[in-house]
């Protein structure tokens, strides 16, 4: 089993920034994605950044320019700037390996106006 545990969330004023972490542990196949998704109330999740071990990282347009994902062993890091009332949701991290998709359980970011 894995087990993901995030943290750094919390409420900025617009134009601010945070920086969220996701510590994964457990039995971790050696190829695997980490990814964040948040959800904002009555939205569906959407995928907001991701990285492959080693690999490229990708950006939903919403955050490109603005967010940078990176990420140490299975650690994965959400640095996110210039944020904005509109990217309030909660944000989860999550490793995908193929058969295998956890996530962890949530961390809130509240960007007030």
């Known amino acids: 089993q894995v087990q993901l545990v995030e943290s750094g969330g919390g409420l900025v004023q617009a134009g601010g920034s945070l920086r969220l972490s996701c510590a994964a542990s457990?039995?971790?196949?050696?190829?695997?994605?980490m990814r964040w998704y948040r959800q904002a109330p009555g939205k569906q999740r959407e995928l907001v950044a991701g990285?492959?071990?080693?690999?490229t990282p990708n950006y939903a347009d919403s955050v490109k320019g603005r967010f940078t994902i990176s990420r140490e062993m299975n650690t994965v890091y959400l640095q996110m700037n210039s944020l904005r009332p509109e990217d309030t949701a909660v944000y989860y991290c999550?490793?995908?390996?193929?058969?295998?998709?956890?996530w962890g359980q949530g961390t809130q970011v509240t960007v007030s106006s």
């Open positions: 990285i492959l071990f080693g690999g």
């Open positions: 999550n490793l995908f390996s193929p058969g295998n998709n956890f």
């Open positions: 457990g039995r971790i196949a050696p190829i695997n994605t």
